[in-house]
Every structure is written in structure tokens, then in C-alpha cells.
């Protein structure tokens, strides 16, 4: 059975400090790992991971796949309180894009 | 730029109602997909369809039936609802066949509860 396990589970930190999510798998057909953001709402994509050990920048956010040793992690500089959300981590397991879901990360940045 | 749109945003149902969550997607996405979210449980796939004519279940597809009524649109429906189905719904589509664009993007939710 594919499973995608986040760490930690919740996360609570002050304004300019750095975090950093992790996610591991086990699946079969791996083919690529995701991240999304979820405030209120709806999930909101940030970065899409195929290949190890190239690194995916957006702004203070940053992420990297370890295919070998089966994890990535999402690396947060610079925190602010916008940043409090749910980080999901998802992978691909098909040709056609079926994801599996880890359990998500909640992050609460306080002033 | 509507991208995924669901259908309602609430509801309240009594045990063993039925009703239908709609979606529809502006994206001439192949796939389309429904998901639950309970807490501390990430996102769940009830049903999946990977392309027009084709549906499959995931993995909670128990209590739930699917329509994809058109390339457009996907529907969810509960025959008989009962309280462990209370949850927050969310669509979902993507390309489906080509693996660069294989990212899902996700409708706003919605969020039934069934006392």
C-alpha cells in the first residue's frame, strides 16, 4: 500500500524564524512528489519535484527530492504570519496523475 | 478564471438523505477527482476519473457513486447519508496525460455535515 508520512504533524515558531517540513514515501511507480499550501480553503500548489537534488525556489520557500533515500523537504526562510497554513506533500504514482496525500503539516507563525 | 468550481460550499443533511456535490472545471482537464478531508487525516481519493466515460474508486469509495457527466463535469453523490460522511469535499482536475502538467488544481470545498 503507497504511503506518504509527513513530519512533524504541527508546528508553531515566531516571525523570522526558518522551518523546515519533511515528507517521506513508499510507493510503487513513484513519479513525482508535490507540495501545496491550504489555508482556508482550497489546497494551492507551490512545487513540483521529479528529479533528486535539484532544488525548487519560490521566494523564501524552497524544496528538494532525495529519490534514493525517499524524502523531500520544504524549507521556509524568513517566516511570516502569512505563512500559517497546512503544507501538504503528495505524490504521483500513475501515468495520469493519482496522488496519495500525506496527513499534513499545520504551521502557525505567531508575531 | 474560474479553474475548479464545487457546488455547494455547505450543507446539512439528516442520516440517510441523499444529495450531490457538483464540479465543474474550465481547464480541458482530462482527469478529474474527488477527495475528503478529515482532521489529522490529509486528503483522501473517494473516486477518480482519468479521462471522459472512465471512473474508478480510490481509497474511501464506500457509501459514494460517481458521474462524469462530460469532460467538464464530475459529480458525487450520497445515497443515503450517515454521520461518519460528515467531512470537507474537495474536486480536483488535472491534465492527466502528460506528466510535466500533471498538477491538480483543487475547488474551494465544500463542507457537509450529517447529523
Redesign the interface.
Known amino acids: 500500500e503507497d504511503k506518504v508520512v509527513q513530519s512533524p504533524l504541527s508546528l508553531v515558531v515566531h516571525e523570522g524564524d526558518t522551518v523546515t517540513l519533511n515528507c517521506s514515501y513508499e510507493v510503487t511507480n513513484f513519479r513525482s512528489l508535490l507540495w501545496y499550501k491550504q489555508e482556508k480553503k482550497a489546497p494551492t500548489f507551490l512545487f513540483m519535484l521529479t528529479s533528486s537534488g535539484i532544488e525548487k525556489k519560490s521566494g523564501r520557500l524552497s524544496s528538494i527530492l532525495d529519490k534514493k533515500e525517499l524524502f523531500s523537504i520544504l524549507n521556509i526562510t524568513a517566516t511570516q504570519t502569512g505563512d500559517s497554513a497546512v503544507y501538504l506533500c503528495a505524490v504521483i504514482n500513475t501515468s495520469y496523475g493519482k496522488l496519495t496525500f500525506g496527513q499534513g503539516t499545520i504551521l502557525t507563525v505567531h508575531p | 478564471n474560474a479553474g ?1 468550481t464545487q457546488t455547494p460550499k455547505f450543507q446539512v443533511l439528516k442520516t440517510g438523505q441523499s444529495m450531490t456535490l457538483q464540479c465543474a472545471q474550465d481547464m480541458n482537464h ?2 478529474m ?1 474527488w ?1 475528503r478531508q478529515d482532521p ?6 473517494i473516486y ?1 476519473s ?2 471522459e466515460g472512465t471512473t474508478d474508486k ?1 481509497e474511501v469509495p464506500n457509501g459514494y457513486n460517481v458521474s462524469r457527466l462530460n469532460k467538464r463535469e464530475f459529480s458525487l453523490r450520497l445515497e443515503s447519508a450517515a454521520p461518519s460522511q460528515t467531512s470537507v469535499y ?1 474536486c480536483a482536475s ?4 502528460i ?1 510535466a502538467k ?8 465544500t463542507r457537509l455535515s450529517v447529523l
Open positions: 475548479v482530462n482527469s477527482y477527495y489529522g487525516m490529509g486528503l483522501r481519493l477518480y482519468a479521462s480510490g474537495f488535472s491534465h492527466g496525460s506528466l500533471n498538477i491538480q488544481y483543487f475547488g474551494a470545498g
